[in-house]
């Protein structure tokens, strides 16, 4: 008998209460498509009952997908809007020319900076955000005039970046980023537009000391 797959009965790591379960590639297709600009999608793997469960929610420019299912492959063409894909378990290949970037459990955020790039999911368990490149660097030269810096090198924006959590000031800012989404449930999901704009401005200032190591201090 084949198992059950595992997004049919785990819960997701947040907003599971706003779950959703799909059973069509093409629904997944147009959930994906909600947050990045999904260009085609294949399943993959031996399971023949395809599913993938997700949820998610607006944070002011912020749009934030759950995902957890069967394994599968996407392809997204150029795009405006950076994003920043987060494990939660999962295992993520993305290739962008000739470069892979990974996005696993033992490096479990991944920025990319809005190219066209190839994702296969082998375990699909993570967290997708799609960010504001605007927002975020202004977020970033707010922090670093408030710690009498006087500029910063945009560029870094525009480019893609893994970071592992094998150093203190990665497993900390991980650690307050994950604890910053979990305010997302908290409130069964009856957060005020005040409340979400609070986690929103959170967001971008811990991916802006990200980006920007020399802005920790101002976390």
């Known amino acids: 008998?084949?198992?059950?797959?595992?997004?049919?009965?785990?819960?997701?790591?947040?907003?599971?209460?706003?779950?959703?379960?799909?059973?069509d590639p093409d629904c997944c297709h147009e959930r994906i498509s909600r947050t990045i600009p999904v260009s085609s999608i294949n399943p993959t793997g031996f399971l023949t009952n395809y599913i993938h469960k997700s949820a998610h929610i607006d944070l002011g420019s912020i749009r934030l997908t759950v995902g957890q299912g069967s394994p599968f492959?996407?392809?997204?063409?150029?795009?405006?809007?950076?994003?920043?894909?987060?494990?939660?378990?999962?295992?993520?290949?993305?290739?962008?020319?000739?470069?892979?970037?990974?996005?696993?459990?033992?490096?479990?955020?991944?920025?990319?900076?809005?190219?066209?790039?190839?994702?296969?999911?082998?375990?699909?368990n993570g967290i997708e955000l799609r960010l504001d490149r605007q927002k975020l660097a202004k977020q970033a030269?707010?922090?670093?005039?408030r710690i009498g810096l006087d500029g910063l090198d945009c560029s870094r924006l525009?480019?893609?970046?893994?970071?592992?959590?094998?150093?203190?000031?990665?497993?900390?800012?991980?650690?307050?980023?994950?604890?910053?989404?979990?305010?997302?449930?908290?409130?069964?999901?009856?957060?005020?537009?005040?409340?979400l704009a609070r986690i929103e401005t959170l967001i971008y200032q811990l991916l802006a000391a990200m980006v920007y190591p020399e802005l920790l201090v101002a976390v």
């Open 1 to 23: 008998m084949e198992p059950i797959p595992l997004a049919q009965t785990s819960a997701l790591p947040l907003l599971n209460a706003r779950a959703t379960l799909n059973f």
């Open 141 to 145: 030269m707010v922090m670093a005039e």
């Open 158 to 195: 525009f480019c893609p970046w893994e970071m592992k959590s094998d150093s203190p000031s990665s497993a900390r800012l991980l650690s307050m980023l994950t604890r910053s989404l979990h305010y997302l449930d908290v409130s069964d999901m009856d957060l005020s537009s005040y409340a």
């Open 73 to 124: 492959e996407f392809w997204v063409e150029d795009h405006s809007s950076p994003s920043l894909l987060l494990s939660t378990g999962g295992n993520a290949q993305v290739q962008i020319g000739l470069h892979t970037y990974s996005c696993t459990p033992s490096a479990p955020a991944l920025y990319l900076a809005g190219e066209r790039y190839s994702c296969q999911i082998t375990d699909a």
